[in-house]
């Protein structure tokens, strides 16, 4: 079963409704008895990341997700919250991945960056089936810097990272609840990480 880990934040019904159409049996939690015993782990996230991580370690999330053993999705907001640092609120963060979030530049680009865009140079276990350029749905003012981590590549503006993988730990910018097919494989291909893993 996959956990989705509750902080207030996050569109758990769109993620709820995506993992009901792979047939994936979820919950959406902050008790840390349910999270230890999930077989794998979602952070979502729409919101602030300074007021995300506050809601974090007042609920002492972040220190239940060093306990667990299991594979991470971050998802949006999610993912850069599992980086080290945000710009959006001079916050630290998990500092599950090694990166630091940054604000897109607006060089001839409108920010946020709303729409489906292409995610190149893609590697690792979350595309496995995915064609190079395939787009998927964002929503963000802010995003990974490109690093060591980084699996998949968008531009808008400027280059960032579309998504992270780092051992167990997965990220993703862009919305695979929104994204149609290519989005549900992504999905798909979470859920059976924790075979390879093991």
């Avoid at 060591?148 to 993988?165: D, K, M, P, R």
């Avoid at 993703?172 to 291909?189: I, M, W, Y």
């Amino acid at each position: 079963m996959t956990a989705i880990i509750d902080y207030g934040s996050g569109n758990i019904f769109s993620l709820g409704s995506a993992l009901e159409r792979i047939g994936e049996k979820y919950t959406v939690t902050s008790e840390e008895s349910v999270i230890l015993a999930a077989e794998r782990l979602i952070l979502p996230g729409v919101g602030e990341a300074s007021h995300a991580m506050r809601i974090i370690r007042e609920r002492k999330l972040d220190l239940i997700l060093q306990r667990s053993k299991v594979p991470v999705l971050g998802i949006c907001i999610g993912m850069q919250l599992m980086c080290s640092y945000s710009e959006e609120g001079e916050t630290s963060c998990l500092a599950l991945f090694s990166p630091k979030v940054k604000r897109l530049l607006p060089e001839g680009v409108k920010i946020p960056h709303m729409g489906w865009n292409s995610v190149n140079d893609i590697k690792g276990s979350l595309f496995e089936g995915i064609k190079e350029g395939e787009c998927f749905y964002f929503v963000h003012s802010y995003a990974p810097e490109l690093s060591i981590s980084t699996t998949s590549v968008t531009e808008h503006g400027s280059l960032f990272s579309s998504s992270l993988e780092s051992g167990r730990y997965f990220g993703t910018q862009f919305h695979p609840e929104k994204s149609g097919e290519a989005g549900e494989r992504v999905l798909r291909n979470f859920i059976n990480i924790r075979k390879l893993i093991l």
